[in-house]
């Protein structure tokens, strides 16, 4: 039987083999030390390597196996959200410095592919936006005209994508976008950063985070690396108590891998604009059981807050059930994976000096769906930054922006996240732990508090206090991932408490194990 992180393992993490690192075990210095080793701290430091500067990543688990691991891969300027609306909240020079920096973004991992020659499955193809049922008849026409004076202005109107399992209907052809496999191109990228003097310490977990003069990093076991600056590339930022997290909102994504037969499928992005909307592309043909060649097409979709939902079975079949109306030629289902995203009131990352810290933290987050473009953005304007060089994006992906067309975004996440603290007021979801089904979890209700149950196949009871160390949140279970959740800020721990997802930067607190 396999286990939970085999069931619900992604395409990438099936089909590659991830380098190891030791933990640090002395005091260390450098002149920058970056706390995350996914594609935003990972390109971050290679490019601060490159520049002259000697680097140390810290990774609290493994290199590259947080949210990096969980994607779709789509290399896009087509972003999540429309142009128009990005120029609503940003202007017209801000939807087209986005643009520009995405496009940047897909030349520089097409220049690192080429340059350090990874064998990753990079390529080009063309993307397709098409209307999902229901979508305003007007909506392509309008992305259009807002992607034109955004400076995209190859982009145009085609009659359809090109599938013919399903008329998708008018569609706005995106060239030029890309797709590879990213863990064998992250693999390739901290070999590379290593070989020119980079350091990487895994299983590492940075606990303190101090800017200023006497830069440093704590680990949890009391270890220090000095530096003089320091960048948290953690997905979201745990060195950050409030001011970024009311910004930005945790989202659980869906996806499935499905084989087709080899071809079946044309090679290119595809996205539709429901709600909620899915994305589709291929991954090169592998040898099926048979002998043989298959491809496997990746859908995703059926986001939802995180710790906001527990049916993952349904959004699943869900997923199925859309991709066997349009695509009759899917045969079995081989990949089923989820991730969380960051997604900012204003729709673009946060990238660049901390708010309320020392000039010399930096952050990056908020990927808004777009990770990939997103992390690479990151390394790039981070280098900028740090090696003192003028960077057009600065203003645009700053940390402290306020953008006032995003204001009712903001009240309502706000309002969203300060829901989830009533459930201080309510029942557990059982009243013993002896009522907890074995192999899952459950909140119980202890006088004025609440614990987290997991109880073990064989029986074994495991407490944790219930209540996020972030901002006090009570987490919720999830059954799929066997995952304590945060439904304010999206902070997510294993079933016996430990945390796998910031912003909390320390584990549940333990209460006791009974054995039955």
Not at 177 to 199: E, M
Not at 239 to 261: E, S
Not at 349 to 358: E, Q, T, V, Y
Not at 420 to 425: G, H, I, N, V
């Amino acid at each position: 039987m396999k286990t939970t992180e085999e069931k619900y393992a992604s395409i990438w993490i099936d089909s590659a083999t991830l380098p190891k690192f030791p933990a640090l075990v002395a005091n260390e210095h450098a002149d920058v030390c970056v706390v995350g080793a996914g594609i935003a701290g990972l390109t971050t430091a290679y490019l601060l390597t490159r520049a002259g500067k000697s680097v140390i990543v810290l990774e609290g688990g493994s290199i590259i196996a947080g949210e990096t691991q969980r994607t779709t891969a789509h290399l896009v300027t087509a972003l999540d959200d429309r142009y128009f609306e990005l120029e609503r909240l940003h202007g017209e020079e801000g939807a087209k410095l986005a643009a520009e920096s995405h496009a940047a973004a897909i030349d520089t991992i097409e220049q690192i592919v080429r340059e350090e020659e990874i064998d990753c499955d990079f390529e080009r193809v063309d993307g397709y936006l098409f209307a999902a049922p229901g979508t305003p008849a007007d909506v392509l026409d309008r992305e259009l005209a807002a992607t034109h004076r955004a400076g995209l202005t190859k982009t145009r109107i085609v009659d359809r994508a090109p599938l013919e399992s399903f008329e998708t209907g008018r569609a706005l052809l995106f060239p030029r976008q890309a797709q590879f496999h990213p863990l064998k191109y992250l693999t390739a990228v901290a070999a590379a950063f290593v070989r020119d003097g980079g350091r990487i310490f895994a299983h590492t977990r940075a606990e303190k985070i101090a800017g200023g003069k006497s830069a440093h990093v704590e680990t949890r076991e009391g270890l220090r690396v000095s530096c003089d600056a320091i960048v948290v590339a953690t997905n979201t930022p745990a060195n950050d108590r409030l001011v970024i997290h009311t910004k930005q909102a945790a989202y659980q994504t869906y996806a499935i891998g499905v084989a087709v037969p080899a071809g079946a499928v044309p090679k290119a992005l595809y996205w539709d604009d429901g709600d909620p909307f899915h994305y589709v592309r291929v991954q090169q043909a592998t040898p099926g059981a048979s002998g043989s060649a298959h491809d496997i097409l990746i859908v995703g979709g059926e986001d939802h807050k995180s710790g906001q939902a527990d049916d993952a079975e349904a959004r699943y079949a869900k997923l199925e059930a859309w991709t066997r109306q349009r695509f009759p030629m899917a045969t079995e289902i081989r990949y089923r994976w989820s991730g969380q995203v960051m997604v900012s009131v204003d729709r673009l990352a946060f990238i660049g000096r901390n708010p309320l810290d020392d000039d010399n933290v930096y952050v990056a987050t908020g990927d808004s769906g777009t990770g990939l473009t997103h992390g690479t953005i990151a390394g790039m304007l981070i280098t900028d930054l740090i090696m003192g060089r003028e960077n057009p994006w600065t203003n645009l992906y700053r940390p402290s922006r306020v953008t006032m067309g995003a204001a009712e975004n903001y009240v309502r996440e706000t309002v969203n996240m300060a829901v989830q603290f009533a459930d201080w007021l309510t029942a557990g979801d059982v009243e013993k732990d002896q009522l907890v089904p074995r192999g899952t979890g459950a909140i119980v209700r202890r006088g004025v508090t609440k614990v987290a149950v997991y109880r073990e196949a064989d029986g074994t009871i495991h407490e944790c206090s219930a209540i996020c160390p972030h901002l006090g949140g009570i987490v919720c279970w999830n059954h799929a991932e066997k995952t304590w959740d945060c439904p304010a800020h999206g902070s997510r721990f294993d079933r016996l408490g430990k945390v796998l997802h910031g912003p909390a930067n320390q584990d549940l607190s333990p209460v006791y194990v009974q054995t039955h």
